[in-house]
T-cell receptor
Framework: DTGVSQDPRHKITKRGQNVTFRCDPISEHNRLYWYRQTLGQGPEFLTYFQNEAQLEKSRLLSDRFSAERPKGSFSTLEIQRTEQGDSAMYLC??????????FGPGTRLTVL | KNEVEQSPQNLTAQEGEFITINCSYSVGISALHWLQQHPGGGIVSLFMLSSGKKKHGRLIATINIQEKHSSLHITASHPRDSAVYICAVDVTNAGKSTFGDGTTLTVKP
């Protein structure tokens, strides 16, 4: 257990539905990252927060994706109108400034 | 071409062998990370490097900033070392990290 938790661990949804994932980072960590990982690939950067500010978003993050980190604590990642191509493992990580990243266990999304 | 390339993609070794996994990158970095991912499991950070060499138990990580290359060595490999090893870099003046596609290591008893 790294101290970073994600909920749910697994999500199965039908195409077109909206889904929301939650990440609870280590409490004193000011940076929080979202990544997506598909089978056989390394994680791909989606977005990151420094405290409550979303500082960078990947071009991979289409308009259907939105992330928030209210009050600089937990974060949510929402995918609207899910597509089969969204099926992947969604990983959250947190770190204190530019120190080591601590990863959550991930949320595995399956879009039918 | 990916900004972070790892080799080999797959590696099978016998228990006790010395293992080397390589990582080359093409961008400016402030730090490089070696990560371990077990099947169905989360990702654990092994090392964070900005220069030189670090050692933790049977694991050694080195980095050559001028050549933009890093290696992860495992001495006296054991079946429990079987996992995917991922190289990641913190891109200079950017918030993001970029990851290699990982090296799948299988150590046979």
């Amino acid at each position: 257990d790294t101290g970073v938790s994600q909920d749910p661990r697994h999500k199965i949804t039908k195409r077109g539905q909206n889904v929301t994932f939650r990440c609870d980072p280590i409490s004193e960590h000011n940076r929080l990252y979202w990544y997506r990982q598909t089978l056989g690939q390394g994680p791909e950067f989606l977005t990151y927060f420094q405290n409550e500010a979303q500082l960078e978003k990947s071009r991979l993050l289409s308009d259907r994706f939105s992330a928030e980190r209210p009050k600089g604590s937990f974060s949510t990642l929402e995918i609207q109108r899910t597509e089969q191509g969204d099926s992947a493992m969604y990983l959250c990580a947190s770190r204190l400034r530019l120190d080591t990243q601590y990863f959550g266990p991930g949320t595995r999304l399956t879009v039918l | 071409k990916n900004e972070v390339e790892q080799s080999p993609q797959n590696l099978t070794a016998q228990e006790g062998e010395f293992i080397t996994i390589n990582c080359s990158y093409s961008v400016g970095i402030s730090a490089l990370h070696w990560l371990q991912q077990h099947p169905g499991g989360g990702i654990v950070s092994l090392f964070m490097l900005s220069s030189g060499k670090k050692k933790h138990g049977r694991l050694i990580a080195t980095i050559n900033i001028q050549e933009k290359h890093s290696s992860l060595h495992i001495t006296a490999s054991h079946p429990r070392d079987s996992a995917v090893y991922i190289c990641a870099v913190d891109v200079t003046n950017a918030g993001k990290s970029t990851f290699g596609d990982g090296t799948t290591l299988t150590v046979k008893p």
